[in-house]
Nanobody
Framework: QVQLVESGGGLVQPGGSLRLSCAAS????????MGWYRQAPGKQRDFVAH???????TYAESVRGRFIISRDNAKNTVYLQMNSPKPEDTAVYSC????????????WGQGTQVTVSS
């Protein structure tokens, strides 16, 4: 089994910054691809960012240039640096472990609330 635990969510002002963390533990062998989705109230879950075992990244168009995904392989932890967040970035952010697009086989964290408001 694999467990994912997110942290770092909270209230942030528009134009500020916030960093989310997701620590993976359990039966993990090697460096696995990981990423983030988000879901706002009443909306579908949307892809945010993905980082491969190689370190290459993919971003949703809505966050490209503002958010940065990174990882610390020694800690099995992935980060999402949220720069210049906007009110429309308000959502529950969930991390996952798995290959891009292979949602049916993802391991998921419990999610962390991010609220962007002044």
């Amino acid at each position: 089994q694999v467990q994912l635990v997110e942290s770092g969510g909270g209230l942030v002002q528009p134009g500020g910054s916030l960093r989310l963390s997701c620590a993976a533990s359990g039966s993990i062998f090697g460096i696995k691809p990981m990423g983030w989705y988000r879901q706002a109230p009443g909306k579908q879950r949307d892809f945010v960012a993905h980082i491969r075992s190689s370190g290459s990244t993919t971003y949703a168009e809505s966050v490209r240039g503002r958010f940065i995904i990174s990882r610390d392989n020694a800690k099995n932890t992935v980060y999402l640096q949220m720069n210049s967040p906007k009110p429309e970035d308000t959502a529950v952010y969930s991390c996952y472990l798995g290959y891009l697009g292979d949602l049916g086989n993802y391991y998921w964290g419990q999610g962390t609330q991010v609220t962007v408001s002044s």
